[in-house]
């Protein structure tokens, strides 16, 4: 896998947590149980496999989008370099 994530914040409200992946790594499959916002650090490619469906996305650095719970996928880096992005799910 070859992910790095680490938790920044925990707390009753948010969690926020910082992910690297080298080229080629991925998070592994997981479920979104909350409202997330994720922040890319570095311009990247993620390759994203969701069921049978596989999408790229290319994400600017700043520039942040937002997710309903409830997303199923695993996330690759799907370039050539790192990918470092910042997910913050929104608890309450």
């Known amino acids: ?3 790095e994530a680490d ?4 707390n009753a409200r948010t969690r926020v947590t ?5 080229p080629g790594a991925h998070t592994g499959f997981h479920r979104h149980e909350y409202d997330y ?3 890319p650090i570095t311009d990247c490619r993620m390759r994203i496999v969701a069921g049978a469906q596989e999408s790229l996305a290319d994400l600017t650095s700043g520039q942040a989008y937002f997710r309903q719970a409830g997303v199923e996928h695993d ?14 799910e929104l608890l309450g």
């Open 1 to 3: 896998m070859l992910e």
């Open 75 to 88: 996330v690759f880096n799907g370039g050539d370099r790192e990918l470092i992005f910042v997910e913050v």
């Open 18 to 22: 910082r992910h690297r992946l080298v």
């Open 7 to 10: 938790r920044q914040v925990d």
């Open 37 to 39: 916002v994720v922040v």
